[in-house]
């Protein structure tokens, strides 16, 4: 069997395991949705109050889109990477052709078509429901590699946290440990002002920064940041596409093909 074939007939393995998870087709579509729902419609903002959701609607764009970028490829691959442990799959993948990072790529594509499916459910909901005023023009197609490679990012940290993990529930544990703090300290739902002064700098250590700078600069605030949203946008994702490499060769290195 061909390179491609193999990934081709992995990317088809994986995606029936996901539609056979119920539970993993909510969390991925639906659970953001209500994240959606809940602070964009319920709560609102109050671009003149002060404190959290102070800004307008469109600048928690690369938040709600954080959410599916970086919960489901942690969670589903380091459970993926926990069963495939628990049942000795990988022993079986070792007397194959399938190599360590074939399978890591095939299961963040099958990753970025469904996340890709529903960041592009988040952004319609954003722009319907929450009011949010998006910069239009030919540039949000750049929106496409930022969840591309946002996706493969979180994957490959995805997998080493399911080969530092001794299972489904170390893993869900540690991928939580994770993606919280990363999410609400990646300059996506608090505003840079609002953390101290010291720990401002922190926040580029996280590549989810850089993923919700170049959303921002694309579908918000260009402009005002005092350059061409295009120009600032690329700078941010050629940060954010040199990260998603290096996690992503770390990450093939971290499968297993034997116990």
């Given amino acids: 069997m061909s390179r491609t074939g193999r990934v081709a007939s992995e990317i088809r393995a994986g995606a029936k395991a996901f539609l056979r998870r119920r539970t993993a087709v909510f969390f991925t579509f639906f659970f953001p949705v209500i994240i959606v729902l809940i602070f964009g419609v319920l709560v609102g903002t109050q671009p003149t ?5 102070a800004e307008p609607p469109g600048y928690y764009l690369p938040g709600y889109l954080a959410v599916v970028v970086l ?10 990477f926990a069963r495939h442990r628990e049942g000795g799959r990988f022993e079986k993948l070792a007397t194959t052709p399938l190599r360590r990072w074939e399978w890591l790529l095939a299961h963040t594509l099958v990753n970025v078509l469904v996340i890709g499916a529903a960041s592009l459910l988040i952004f319609g909901l954003v722009v319907l429901l929450v009011d949010a005023q998006i910069v239009v023009g030919a540039s949000l197609l750049l929106l496409v590699p930022f969840v591309t490679l946002g996706v493969a990012l979180f994957c490959g ?18 991928s939580n ?7 609400f300290l990646s300059e996506t739902f608090v505003t840079p002002d609002l953390l101290p002064a010291w720990f401002q700098p922190i926040t580029n250590l996280s590549p989810l920064t850089y993923f ?15 350059g061409d949203a295009t120009a600032l946008a690329l700078t941010q994702l050629g940060i954010l596409a040199a990260l998603s490499l290096a996690f992503f060769v770390v990450g093939a290195y971290a499968v297993p093909y034997s116990e």
């Fill in 49 to 53: 109050g002060g404190g959290l959701f």
């Fill in 71 to 80: 919960f489901t490829p942690l969670s589903r691959v380091g459970s993926e």
């Fill in 157 to 174: 940290l995805g997998a080493i946290l399911g080969r530092l993990a001794d299972s489904q529930d170390g893993v869900i544990a540690a």
């Fill in 177 to 183: 440990s994770v993606a919280l703090p990363l999410l």
């Fill in 212 to 226: 919700a700078r170049g959303v921002r600069y694309l579908t918000y605030d260009g402009a005002s940041a005092g």
